[in-house]
């Protein structure tokens, strides 16, 4: 089991910018891929990015390719996701988690770690 401790949400304008972190404890962090979910009020929790194993592959919801980036520091234990060009509309609660899975998973039942969860506010 691995131990994640999501963090770097906030509150900010449209068209800026935020860096979230996930730092994991436990079970080593190059066995496990990495991502990142979101919630918003009133809607399921949807995948965001994905980054595998030693990080040699991402994917991304098309909702935030080419504004969002995916990443890794195996040697630090944790995962980053910088978001730019931020719209209201990806304002949600930000989950970061591990999974066991090979590649780069993309349903939240693939993953068996969570974070507790960093708020984005994007105002317009």
């Known amino acids: 089991q691995v131990q994640l401790v999501d963090s770097g949400g906030g509150l900010v304008q449209a068209g800026g910018s935020l860096r979230l972190s996930c730092a994991a404890s436990?079970?080593?962090?190059?066995?496990?891929?990495m991502a990142w979910f979101r919630q918003a009020p009133g809607k399921e929790r949807e995948f965001v990015a994905a980054?595998?194993?030693?990080?040699?592959?991402?994917q991304y919801a098309d909702s935030v390719k080419g504004r969002f980036t995916i990443s890794r520091d195996n040697a630090k234990n944790t995962v980053y996701l910088q978001m730019n060009m931020l719209k209201p509309e990806d304002t949600a609660i930000y989950y970061c988690?591990?999974?066991?899975?090979?590649?780069?998973?993309?349903?939240?039942?693939?993953?068996?770690?969570w974070g507790p969860g960093t708020q984005v506010t994007v105002s317009s």
């Open positions: 988690a591990a999974s066991r899975w090979l590649g780069v998973p993309d349903a939240p039942s693939q993953y068996d770690s």
């Open positions: 436990g079970r080593a962090f190059s066995t496990v891929a």
């Open positions: 980054s595998s194993r030693r990080g040699e592959m991402t």
